[in-house]
């Protein structure tokens, strides 16, 4: 594999994060061009009870449209999904979203290990998994379930984030394909439709 | 996207996917409990859970297992319908039930309301409390249905941890009441139990969205967080039974993040919030 591009382009991506992971966001969602290829699923730790306003605040600052997770929705090509506030977001086969309220999974609704572990199941090798910034080992299982499914998977590099958590988490439950900081995720995910 | 690109890895036809629908069938078959129509995914992390409850190495073990030990079963289906309620949950949704629907409902001689999938009974109550708050409750009988026995008997003792009753309390306060919670319930040993007098005016009873019909017409439903869990064709069964049930523009509330637009019914309703997925049959519909 050449460095910084991936083996096969992803049919999916997902990417999940908690504190810090707001700013790292900010950096690579807005490098993803117009006409990207793959949905894009997106976990984040916030509070709950607080209507969410990160479709809001990325739709401003991205090329691809950006939406807040519905229940049983198709999944468009191209299109930037969060997960809802207090709802779990997985991937059914079709593909289409559903949501849960079952338990927190790691304190977190929506858990980033429910999400990664669900689109697992349904793109396989055909998924690239990315773990942010955070104050959280949510996130960890989830990589560890692309990785087995022979999917791909990115870390930010720890040195990198502002809360290492997650990270270091996910590092050590399995061995990530590429540890990058954030311009060098950034300049790999604009390469993907090339 | 790439025409070369190789397919996905499980398109149905994995191992987990095959023995999933192959449990699934079997529970049908031998229990009558329908989870066929079910949203595969979250049924799967649940039946996770429950094969490590139950020490099954594979679901095909656990199928093993409840075709031929009968008492193993309610253990899952335990598990498959995991309590997640809690009262007031969402309270915007009870504020625009007060604010909206409750002085159409006001004209009203009597009324008859149904919580569908009321799991271990707190939807049930706090719209008991709130039609109460509302001066209703003397004249409403309010049906609360579920397909587990063991959540409905909790449900009918109306008994919840303390450790919960800070979060209903805050939810309550929020909902628009203009009363405290603690004026509904009596504490001890850890427990806070409510008040009789709510009980009277509600009938727990089972009954399947997947499997029955509509027993009786009623002028409101409520069914949150639960039309989430089933795949396409189950919620159009589900909202289609609804349509049946309500009266002459009757009322449907609806979870936070659901909505009818999978369904072909949604044709037959009229949208009163957005923000609160409440919904009014229309007329003649």
């Known amino acids: 594999m050449r460095p910084g591009t991936l083996p096969t382009p992803p049919h999916a991506i997902v ?4 504190a810090g992971a707001l700013e790292a966001l ?22 709950r009870d607080i209507p969410s306003m990160l479709a809001q605040i990325f739709a401003a600052k991205c090329a691809l449209p950006v939406t807040e997770a519905e229940d049983k929705e198709p999944i468009r090509p191209g299109t930037i999904y969060f997960a809802p506030p207090d709802y779990h977001l997985l991937i059914e086969q079709g593909p289409y979203l559903a949501l849960s309220v079952d338990d927190p999974v790691n304190l977190s609704r929506p858990s980033i290990d429910v999400l990664f572990e669900s689109a697992a199941d349904v793109y396989g090798r055909s998924l690239l998994g990315i773990i942010l910034s955070g104050a959280s080992a949510d996130g960890a299982a989830g990589l560890a379930a692309v990785r087995s499914a022979g999917g791909f998977t990115i870390v930010q590099d720890p040195q990198s984030a502002p809360m290492p958590l ?19 995720i950034a300049a790999l995910l604009r390469r993907i439709d090339r | 996207m790439d025409a070369e690109i190789e397919p996905a890895a499980d398109d149905g036809t994995g191992g987990c996917a095959i023995e999933q629908r192959l449990l699934l069938e079997a529970i049908y078959q031998k229990y009558h409990y329908d989870f066929r129509g079910y949203a595969p995914a979250s049924i799967r992390r649940r039946l996770e859970t429950a094969m490590g409850r139950m020490s099954c190495g ?3 073990q656990l199928q093993d297992r409840i075709l031929h030990d009968g008492s193993a079963f309610p253990s899952l289906l335990d598990t498959l319908t995991v309590p997640v309620s809690e009262m007031f949950r969402d309270p915007g949704y009870f504020r625009a039930v007060r604010e909206q629907i409750v002085p159409l409902l006001k004209t009203y001689p009597s009324l008859k309301v149904w919580v569908a999938g009321c799991s271990t009974g707190e ?20 049906y609360a249905t579920d397909i587990n026995p063991r959540w409905l008997e909790a449900a009918q003792a109306g008994v919840y941890g303390l450790d919960r009753i800070a979060q209903f309390t805050d939810n309550h306060r929020r909902s628009g009441a203009g009363r405290s919670l603690s004026e509904y319930y009596t504490a001890a040993y850890g427990r806070a139990a409510l008040d009789r007098s709510f009980k009277q005016h509600i009938v727990f009873s089972d009954h399947s969205l997947a499997t029955d019909s509509v027993f009786a017409e009623v002028e409101l439903i409520s069914c949150r ?44 309703f009229t949208e009163l919030s957005r923000e609160h997925r409440l919904f009014q049959k229309k007329e003649g519909a």
Request: proline content about 6%.
């Open chain 1, 166 to 184: 997650m990270t270091t988490s996910a590092l050590e439950r399995c061995q990530a394909d590429c540890v990058l900081p954030l311009d060098q």
């Open chain 1, 26 to 47: 900010g950096a690579l969602l807005p490098a993803l061009p117009s006409g990207f290829p793959a949905p894009v699923f997106i976990v984040l730790h916030l509070p």
């Open chain 2, 225 to 268: 967080n639960v039309l989430i869990y089933f795949k396409h064709e189950l919620q159009s069964r589900a909202i289609g039974l609804f349509r049946e049930a309500l009266c002459r523009k009757g009322f449907l509330g609806i979870g936070a993040k659901e909505s009818l637009r999978f369904s072909t019914h949604e044709p037959a």
């Open chain 2, 58 to 60: 594979t679901l095909s």
């Open chain 2, 123 to 142: 939807e049930a109550y706090s719209l008991a409390i709130l039609l109460h708050e509302e001066g209703l409750l003397e004249r409403t009988l309010i």
């Open chain 1, 15 to 18: 990417i999940g994060g908690s």
